[in-house]
């Protein structure tokens, strides 16, 4: 057989590129081929913060990230490598009105082996001293949720793709589809690769990709920053990663090594047209809003310097949710895209889920609500807390 034929074209080396291919070389598919434009892990995932949660309103994303978290603690035993995971817990505050919607989610979270309830103010403190809750109306803590590297994860579910034979290419970038007939036609600089189907698993560049095709998948694209902070007095890392639902920009932060806070925003973020045009330097007046945000939070931080920052993609659809599986009309064509901020924490039980239905296997944890056109269907996906990267 030619090197340039496959029976699966992966098209992105990120963490669903490679964990997709680990799972299809995992369950005998045949040849795999990933095309990765860059180096691995030099897309979205490498910007992610890579928190690893359970808290979802939505009852599909709750029970992957109940499994994948699963997965992540145990990755070494369960696929093999390490994957830098750190347990912290998770804390969640919001308003009065979020008390029921999150009582919901732990009832279910609770059935599932995960450990959460409602905590007093007096309590969360005994876990994060340094918080405030003078504007809180409830309070919720995960005991289970951590956090991992994200380059280490990529990196390991490559490495156990190629040591079950696929095929990883770096710096082979895709120019071109054909979707034509039963064999699709994948053009590269290096060459054309042909295979009955290709997964595209680009994130935010999918759209650039399906450009020649006629295919216009239903997401945006924003630009969303990170900052670390720090105090004279070392940020534990033991202290657990909190959730904000009290603020427009939806915060979030968790321990950083070198005794910082890192912190990331789970709103919108700013539209972006093309996701190579994103400047790394964060904005003054970014840094200015977040630092009174995490001070209103944790008082010790009101004189807290910036120490870095960067920024990353989002890819979102307008329910916030995943576009998974076939492209209607197009056989073969399969899509992995508009994980919307919390495609990391999913992505074990996801890719999992992604490569047995393709192989005709029925999944482990169903994907068919994430399907391409269900928003024509009528059948978006509404979390209890509204849009957002906690839905």
Same mark, same amino acid.
């Given at each position: ?210 450009? %020649?095709? $006629?295919?216009? =998948?239903?997401?945006?694209? !924003? ?5 670390? +902070?720090?105090?004279? #007095? *070392? ?105 919307? %901020?919390? $495609?990391?924490? =999913?992505?074990?039980?996801? !890719? ?5 239905? +393709?192989?005709?296997? #029925? *999944? ?28």
């Amino acid at each position: 057989m030619s090197k340039r034929t496959a029976d699966f074209i992966i098209i992105g080396g990120g963490l669903y590129g490679c964990a997709t291919a680990y799972h299809l070389a995992r369950l005998g598919a045949g040849r795999v081929l990933v095309l990765e434009r860059g180096a691995i892990c030099s897309g979205g995932t490498a910007r992610s913060c890579a928190i690893i949660r359970t808290h979802y309103s939505v009852t599909s994303n709750l029970l992957h990230a109940v499994e994948s978290l699963k997965i992540f603690s145990h990755f070494d035993e369960i696929v093999g490598g390490d994957v830098g995971f750190r347990r912290t817990g998770y804390l969640i505050v919001g308003p009065e009105e979020h008390r029921e919607p999150m009582l919901r989610v732990f009832r279910t979270q609770n059935e599932h082996g995960i450990d959460t309830a409602i905590l007093s103010p007096e309590e969360a403190r005994e876990v994060h001293p340094l918080l405030s809750f003078h504007d809180v109306g409830v309070i919720g803590y995960d005991t289970m949720t951590g956090y991992a590297d994200p380059h280490l994860t990529v990196q390991a579910y490559a490495r156990r793709a190629r040591e079950l034979g696929a095929r990883i290419l770096t710096d082979t970038p895709v120019t071109g589809l054909s979707l034509a007939g039963a064999v699709k036609q994948v053009q590269t600089p290096a060459g054309d690769f042909e295979s009955p189907t290709v997964i595209l698993a680009a994130g935010p560049w999918t759209n650039q990709i399906l450009a %020649g095709t $006629g295919i216009r =998948l239903p997401y945006v694209v !924003s630009r969303h920053k990170v900052i670390t +902070l720090k105090t004279q #007095r *070392p940020y534990d890392p033991h202290w657990p990663t909190v959730k904000d639902l009290t603020t427009p920009d939806k915060i979030y932060f968790r321990p950083e090594t070198g005794g910082v806070v890192l912190v990331g925003t789970g709103d919108h973020g700013e539209p972006v047209e093309d996701p190579d045009v994103m400047q790394d330097p964060v904005d003054l007046a970014h840094v200015e809003r977040i630092s009174g945000l995490i001070s209103n939070r944790m008082p010790a931080f009101a004189e807290a310097e910036y120490t870095s920052g960067w920024t990353g993609p989002y890819d979102i659809t307008p329910d916030w949710n995943p576009l998974l599986g076939p492209v209607p009309g197009y056989e073969g064509l399969h899509v992995m895209v508009g994980f919307s %901020g919390h $495609g990391f924490k =999913l992505a074990p039980t996801i !890719s999992e889920a992604m490569a047995q239905m +393709l192989v005709g296997e #029925r *999944p482990r944890l169903p994907i068919d609500m994430y399907c391409v056109d269900r928003f024509q269907q009528g059948r978006a996906l509404h979390g209890a807390y509204g849009i957002g990267s906690i839905s």
